[in-house]
């Protein structure tokens, strides 16, 4: 996963190296969470989130891909996405998530 740079960073090798990482396709804005049970919104924080950002769900599991009609990224905030889906007793729905954007 790159590294964050900071602005402060006067390091050449620590930009180069994370500029490399992220060649690399490691990039740190991605992540995964699972619905919440008998639930129907879950909260993701991710610090890298933003009002401006674009937030794509992938789903994991088996049970994700059933949901996915009726899942959707109902709010993007600074700090955190809001996931708006129907209310299941099933624990295993799973998906991935990447951020980009935003500001």
């Given amino acids: 996963m790159a590294g ?3 602005p402060t960073v006067k390091d050449i090798s620590q930009v180069v190296n994370s500029l490399i990482e ?3 396709g490691r990039q740190n804005n991605v992540g995964s969470f699972s619905l919440r049970v008998s ?3 879950t909260v993701v924080p991710f610090v890298n989130c933003s009002k401006g950002s674009n937030v794509s769900l992938t789903a994991r ?3 994700a ?3 996915l009609a009726t899942t ?3 709010l993007i905030d600074q700090g955190a996405f809001t996931v708006t889906h129907t209310s299941a007793g099933t624990a295993d729905r799973t998906f991935g998530y990447e951020v980009t954007g935003g500001g």
Avoid: H, P
Wanted: zero cysteines; charged letters at 5%.
């Fill in 39 to 41: 639930q129907t919104t």
């Fill in 65 to 67: 891909a059933a949901a």
């Fill in 61 to 63: 599991t088996a049970n």
């Fill in 72 to 74: 959707y990224v109902s």
């Fill in 22 to 24: 992220v060649i690399k």
């Fill in 4 to 6: 964050q740079l900071l």
